[in-house]
């Protein structure tokens, strides 16, 4: 049996594939993905379109962080794990009650859609910007 979830991320999935190929926004996906997200998916896509989503590559390790920026801060997220570290990811996405973060969501399609900011660094600034993303005080 497929995880409602997992069917979900792959109509995100589809509707920016299409969306690139075709470089338009069909307003039949936007709704369905809309109604599937919530308001999530509506702040997810202004976040894209307004270039917040980072993809930080570290030389020459090719280490691969990205970030979005958020209202209050700059936000880590891991792809990978599904992971973000903003408050509504630990306290919503964990608990279930909703399947992704507005930033989780803006990553997803900004790396789909190749629609991110893409910063290269040397390593030797890895620790210190990791410190820095890390860091939960608001």
């Known amino acids: 049996m497929t995880n409602p979830i997992d069917l979900t991320l ?8 299409e969306a690139k190929e075709k470089n338009s926004e069909k307003r039949k996906d936007l709704t369905s993905l809309s109604k599937a997200f919530g308001p999530r998916f509506a702040k ?42 903003c408050d509504d990811f630990y306290f919503r996405v964990m608990d279930r009650e909703v399947q992704l973060c507005y930033h989780l969501l803006a990553q997803k399609m900004a790396e789909a859609l190749k629609k991110y900011d893409k910063i290269e660094e040397v390593d030797q600034l890895y620790e210190p910007l990791m410190k820095e993303w890390k860091n939960v005080t608001h």
Request: net charge positive; glycine share 4%.
């Open 10 to 17: 792959q109509r995100l999935a589809d509707f920016c594939r």
């Open 44 to 85: 997810a896509w202004e976040t894209v379109k307004e270039g917040r989503v980072k993809k930080y590559v570290f030389r020459p390790s090719q280490r691969t962080v990205w970030i979005v920026v958020g209202k209050q801060r700059e936000y880590l997220i891991l792809p990978a794990a599904s992971f973000c570290s």
